[in-house]
Nanobody, 120 residues
């Protein structure tokens, strides 16, 4: 059974930090690229950060560049999102996504999300 479980969300003050974790099971984690997405009320879901299966290449949304860091530990089947200097506009539900693209078809899995609220 494929499972992605996000954790680490919560309430934090502006300027604070949080680390999100996404624990994966039921598939070959090291073969999948991982991403963090977020969706705020009234906004479209957006890609926040992406990391390749090996972990050597990362990309970030312009809005979080320099503040967020995505990483993965393939030995623990876990991807992380370190969030620093948080702003109220970072408030959203954060989702992890796993994807493996192959010529014969894609595998694409989503977690249930974790709420991050940045407020005084």
């Amino acid at each position: 059974q494929v499972q992605l479980v996000e954790s680490g969300g919560g309430l934090v003050q502006p300027g604070g930090s949080l680390t999100l974790s996404c624990a994966a099971s039921g598939f070959t984690f090291s073969s999948f690229a991982m991403s963090w997405y977020r969706q705020a009320p009234g906004k479209e879901r957006e890609l926040v950060a992406h990391i390749t299966s090996i972990g050597g290449d990362t990309t970030y949304a312009d809005s979080v560049k320099g503040r967020f860091t995505i990483s993965r530990d393939n030995s623990k089947n876990t991807v992380y999102l370190q969030m620093n200097s948080l702003k109220p506009e970072d408030t959203a539900v954060y989702y992890c996504n796993a994807i493996e693209r192959r010529v014969w078809g894609d595998s694409d899995y989503w977690g249930q999300g974790t709420q991050v609220t940045v407020s005084s």
